[in-house]
């Protein structure tokens, strides 16, 4: 199996551009979501999904969009990339009730400087 | 609310010496607690997990005991390895509003020298 497979790992933007984070997993699990891992803030909650067509804000959601057209897929957009929004961008999934048994799935990331 | 608090570092130990990482948490229910380890240039993975008081999970030579009554979440290890080296971030998941909520620490990076 796959996993959560993200893409790009290492993407460059300028301030104001906009981009999309990809995020897919192929284990059928309900629940995705993003966080951003910043140094000494450990990781935030961005937005989560708990299935498709099903959305919702996390701890840090301003400049962030999502959406959940299939179970696979959870990609993340910036409208209008910031200097604030560097940082390095997580992807994790769940089976929505066991997650607190059998743990998340993560990808190994996406570092995005906005310059 | 619910939160994390553990040890951020960053520690540096010899190869063979005992490792401490403290976590203690907030909760309003009753949570799953986990550890995850992060390896430079990847991402994180479950390195060990508890889902109730008492119970203890261990794996790599890694343990941590769930102890409600200090609400605390201790991971030890008797004697580290080099490649032992990364970050180590102590969590919890609890079930509200339809969803698991996963909270995480700010994380500790470890470096183990030979």
């Known amino acids: 199996n796959a996993g959560v497979t993200q893409t790009p790992k290492f993407q460059v933007l300028k301030t104001g551009q906009s981009m999309t984070l990809q995020c897919a997993q192929d284990m059928n699990h309900e629940y995705m979501s993003w966080y951003r891992q910043d140094p000494g803030m450990g990781l935030r909650l961005i937005h989560y999904?708990?299935?498709?067509?099903?959305?919702d804000q996390g701890e840090v959601p301003n400049g962030y969009n999502v959406s959940r057209s299939t179970t696979e897929d959870f990609p993340l957009r910036l409208l209008s990339a910031a200097p604030s929004q560097t940082s390095v961008y997580f992807c994790?999934?769940?089976?929505?009730?066991?997650?607190?048994?059998?743990?998340?799935?993560f990808g190994s990331g996406t570092r995005l400087t906005v310059v | 609310g619910n939160s994390v608090t553990q040890m951020e570092g960053p520690v540096t130990l010899s190869e063979e010496a005992f490792l401490t990482i403290n976590c203690t948490y907030t909760?309003?229910?009753?949570?799953?607690l986990f550890w995850y380890v992060q390896y430079p240039g990847e991402g994180l993975q479950l390195l060990l997990k508890?889902?109730?008081?008492?119970d203890k999970g261990s794996n790599k030579g890694f343990e941590a005991t769930y102890r409600k009554e200090t609400t605390s979440f201790h991971l030890e290890k008797g004697s580290v390895q080099v490649s032992d080296s990364a970050v180590y971030f102590c969590a919890l998941s609890l079930f509200q509003g339809g969803s698991e909520k996963l909270v995480f620490g700010k994380g500790m990076k470890l470096t183990v020298n030979p």
């Open positions: 909760a309003t229910g009753y949570p799953s």
């Open positions: 994790a999934s769940s089976y929505l009730r066991t997650g607190g048994t059998y743990g998340y799935t």
């Open positions: 999904s708990v299935g498709a067509g099903i959305t």
């Open positions: 508890a889902t109730k008081a008492d």
